[in-house]
């Protein structure tokens, strides 16, 4: 398996935080996936829990122009991973989530299968990386070209602000409503950015970009918008979670770091 973890964004939310508060200056500049929780930068966790399996060919981050010096630098730690930028500058110019993903498996020339995880994400404790590849390898081989994708409970107030996974009595998704009101779903299943696509799957990354070229960087960006399109086509399934942190203000940045602070021991998390 090949793991690709998307790191290109710009995290203007949390930038306007962190200028805004002085306690906080000294990390104006870093990207979210390198904030430090708990002492360790946040993707750092990921890196550790995957380097402890035996079953991970190849690990790329893929980031931008603006931040590719600081995930050079913090890579040295790490010289199996290959550090990719989407060569923009601005969050004007992005590319889009999709788009990153596609250039990572034209690197990795991707003939396997390649689990995707967003950078600036962490689970709570009861998520294991062994039960998502477990549950990925009994789903394939009953179907080759199925896929698998997380699911944690939203309360009702938070639909909009989420992609929304709708699944049958056997766990698949039969469709993901993004930003949906409540009254548009009965279903409260949120989908945070972690992905297990099977190898079958990755043409079908560059044939959803080529439908999208002249659409709106929205709909490349968000990579919800992928897997909604994906469902139609190929057998997506969810693997549930209890819920997630989140980086993306800096509310939520406090409450992820103090949480981990006061963990004496996370000697396998995520494994």
Not at 178 to 206: G, H, I, N
Request: with cysteine.
């Amino acid at each position: 398996m090949k793991v690709v973890i998307l790191a290109a964004g710009y995290g203007t939310r949390l930038l306007r935080d962190l200028q805004n508060e002085e306690q906080f200056a000294h990390l104006v500049g870093t990207p979210k996936p390198l904030l430090p929780i708990g002492g360790l930068p946040l993707i750092s966790y990921w890196v550790e829990a995957l380097k402890a399996r035996n079953d991970v060919s190849h690990l790329v981050v893929i980031t931008n122009d603006r931040y590719l010096n600081n995930f050079k630098d913090w890579a040295q730690k790490y010289p199996y991973i290959t550090v990719l930028t989407d060569g923009t500058s601005c969050n004007e110019d992005r590319l889009g989530a999709v788009t990153c993903l596609q250039l990572a498996i034209e690197q990795l020339n991707a003939d396997d299968h390649v689990m995707v995880i967003g950078g600036d994400t962490l689970f709570f404790e009861d998520f294991h990386l062994n039960e998502v590849v477990q549950k990925f390898e009994i789903i394939t081989n009953a179907e080759s070209n199925a896929n698998l994708v997380l699911t944690y409970p939203c309360k009702d107030e938070e639909t909009n602000k989420y992609g929304i996974l709708e699944t049958d009595e056997n766990q698949k998704v039969t469709a993901l409503r993004e930003k949906p009101s409540p009254k548009e779903t009965a279903s409260r299943q949120a989908c945070p950015c972690f992905y297990v696509f099977s190898k079958s799957t990755l043409p079908l990354v560059q044939e959803f970009l080529e439908e999208k070229k002249n659409s709106p960087i929205d709909e490349k960006d968000a990579p919800g918008h992928f897997l909604a399109w994906l469902v139609k086509r190929r057998p997506v399934y969810i693997h549930p979670i209890s819920g997630r942190f989140d980086v993306g203000n800096l509310e939520a940045y406090i409450t992820c770091n103090n949480y981990f602070l006061n963990k004496e021991n996370m000697c396998g998390y995520l494994h």
